[in-house]
T-cell receptor, first 113, second 113 residues
Framework: DVKVTQSSRYLVKRTGEKVFLECVQD?????MFWYRQDPGLGLRLIYF???????EKGDIPEGYSVSREKKERFSLILESASTNQTSMYLC????????????FGPGTRLTVT | GQNIDQPTEMTATEGAIVQINCTYQ??????LFWYQQHAGEAPTFLSY????GLEEKGRFSSFLSRSKGYSYLLLKELQMKDSASYLC??????????????FGKGTKLSVKP
């Protein structure tokens, strides 16, 4: 069974704090993704990585950065958290071949006050 | 821009059949996914269609028409545990982001006794 884990299920941070969200997968997948999910907006891609030290912007990268130093770990960083970054954050990984399905972690519900 | 439409909410009765539609207009297409997401949990993979036609997997079937930009998910013999959100996602095929998914906003299905 593929396992994608995220460091926290719930997180409360203050405006202006630097926030790290960690994601680890145990299936040697090359591709990893960070999404946020908001009511009425669905899942939106923030950043993705298709190899160690490689990263690409998704649809809504503003206010975020990422780090991928090891294949199994993909971190999302909020440099200076703001209240509009309150959301559910989902990490996913994907193997290179068909059927290209993404495996999701349990999510981190982040509240910025 | 990319557009994926699905109904916001649906209600059905236990034991019945329900069809959840998804229409898409995207700049690329390399397959269509359906995911199930129970409240507070991660999305889990249901089906993947890349060619036209019907794919059947137990009580769940998924249909794709590429020429019409249309897919549906068919759930038979509905059970209470099928109450969840169902996410339609198009796999893109451009550049370095090959394999990225664009998600619809999801359809919340409520199954009533």
């Amino acid at each position: 069974d593929v396992k994608v884990t995220q460091s926290s299920r719930y997180l409360v941070k203050r405006t202006g704090e630097k926030v790290f969200l960690e994601c680890v997968q145990d299936m040697d997948h090359e591709n990893m993704f960070w999404y946020r999910q908001d009511p009425g907006l669905g899942l939106r891609l923030i950043y993705f990585s298709y190899d160690v030290k490689m990263k690409e912007k998704g649809d809504i990268p503003e206010g975020y950065s990422v780090s991928r130093e090891k294949k199994e770990r993909f971190s999302l960083i909020l440099e200076s958290a703001s209240t509009n970054q309150t959301s559910m954050y989902l990490c996913a990984s994907r193997p290179p071949g068909a059927p290209y399905e993404q495996y999701f972690g349990p999510g981190t519900r982040l509240t910025v006050t | 821009g990319q557009n994926i439409d699905q109904p916001t909410e649906m209600t059905a009765t236990e034991g019945a059949i329900v069809q959840i539609n998804c229409t898409y207009q995207t700049s690329g297409f390399n397959g269509l996914f359906w995911y199930q997401q129970h409240a507070g949990e991660a999305p889990t993979f249901l089906s993947y269609n890349v060619l036209d036609g019907l794919e059947e997997k137990g009580r769940f079937s998924s249909f794709l028409s590429r020429s019409k930009g249309y897919s549906y998910l068919l759930l038979k013999e509905l059970q209470m545990k099928d109450s969840a959100s169902y996410l339609c996602a198009v796999r893109m095929n451009y550049g370095g982001s090959q394999g990225n998914l664009i998600f619809g906003k999801g359809t919340k299905l409520s199954v009533k006794p």
